[in-house]
């Protein structure tokens, strides 16, 4: 059975890499994914709402977003939270549906981006390893406290070790994958 401290930590070192994945399927590779705009903040009727609770946001072909309001009046002020966004994208409105043509990278943002990625990579790993500093220092409380074993802590802090070692491999593969997805594009 697997120690409470390192079912903890697995659960939060599961969640660094969630937002990980979540942060990396927004970086902008140059083809079209609806969660580039699922997160624009739009000024709905004066309160800040994300566009995906106010339309339905779908990647119709590679270079096109088409995002459909619910609420049709809410067109314009959808095409300028896309505008102010700052993502370099054009939205165009066709009275009931926005288009947005999703521009090929230049190799000078392309690199940007690839350096983007390998930092938010570098971020989670540094988070990970917070994750293991901070179960090791409980692990050390309760040997002092003599809920633990000699034995057993090492044993812990050696699995805890492997666990951490196996998250960071996964969050390196997340940003190789990401960099070689943005360099063949």
Do not use: W
């Not at 927004?26 to 709402?49: C, F, I, M, Q, S």
């Not at 951490?164 to 594009?185: A, I, N």
């Amino acid at each position: 059975m697997e120690h409470a401290l390192l079912k903890d930590a697995r659960s939060h070192m599961e969640k660094t890499l969630e937002v990980l994945k979540s942060e990396l399927a927004k970086v902008h590779t140059g083809r079209a994914n609806p969660a580039l705009l699922e997160d624009v903040v739009v000024d709905y009727y004066g309160t800040p709402t994300p566009l995906k609770h106010l339309a339905n946001i779908v990647a119709p072909d590679p270079d096109m977003i088409v995002v459909r309001p619910f609420d049709k009046s809410q067109i314009q002020a959808i095409e300028r939270a896309i505008m102010q966004a700052d993502l370099g994208l054009n939205p165009q409105n066709d009275g009931q549906i926005v288009r947005v043509k999703v521009p090929r990278l230049t190799e000078e943002r392309r690199n940007e981006l690839v350096r983007l990625v390998k930092s938010r990579g570098e971020e989670a790993k540094v988070a990970l390893r917070n994750i293991r500093r901070d179960a090791r220092e409980r692990l050390e409380a309760q040997k002092k406290e003599g809920g633990l074993s000699e034995d057993d802590f090492f044993h812990l802090r050696e699995e805890l070790d492997k666990l951490t070692h196996e998250y960071v491999q996964q969050v390196d593969k997340l940003v190789e994958e990401k960099s070689q997805e943005m360099r063949t594009l």
